[in-house]
Nanobody, 126 residues
């Protein structure tokens, strides 16, 4: 079992940067696919960024954040990060960390996300 705890959210102005952290407990972290999702009021939860570490690193970014957000992980610390820059008001949402163990070669759209954090609020003012 893996437990996830996010931190680093807050209120910032447009154009600012924030780094979210997700601390994981559990022995399977290093072989889990990890991702960051967000959900704004009235919207569905969407996958923003993901990172696999099965043999070789493999990352995914949604078009809306590509070039502005960077996902990384530190297996020794059991932590995954989301570095966010050039933040926009439309980035305002609750951000969730998620993880899951999937067969090698599973496409991003078919990943199973088994573990979820409680979420952290990010608010970007204009």
């Amino acid at each position: 079992q893996v437990q996830l705890v996010e931190s680093g959210g807050g209120l910032v102005e447009a154009g600012a940067s924030l780094r979210l952290s997700c601390a994981a407990s559990g022995r399977t972290f290093s072989t889990s696919d990890m991702g960051w999702f967000r959900q704004a009021p009235g919207n569905e939860r969407e996958l923003l960024a993901g990172i696999k570490l099965w043999n070789v690193p493999d990352t995914y970014y949604a078009d809306s954040v590509k070039g502005r957000f960077t996902i990384s992980r530190d297996n020794a610390k059991g932590t995954v990060y989301l570095q966010m820059s050039s933040l926009k008001p439309e980035d305002t949402a609750v951000y969730y960390c998620a993880g899951g163990r999937n067969p090698v070669g599973t496409s991003w759209s078919r990943l199973t996300w088994t573990y979820w954090g409680q979420g952290t609020q990010v608010t970007v003012s204009s």
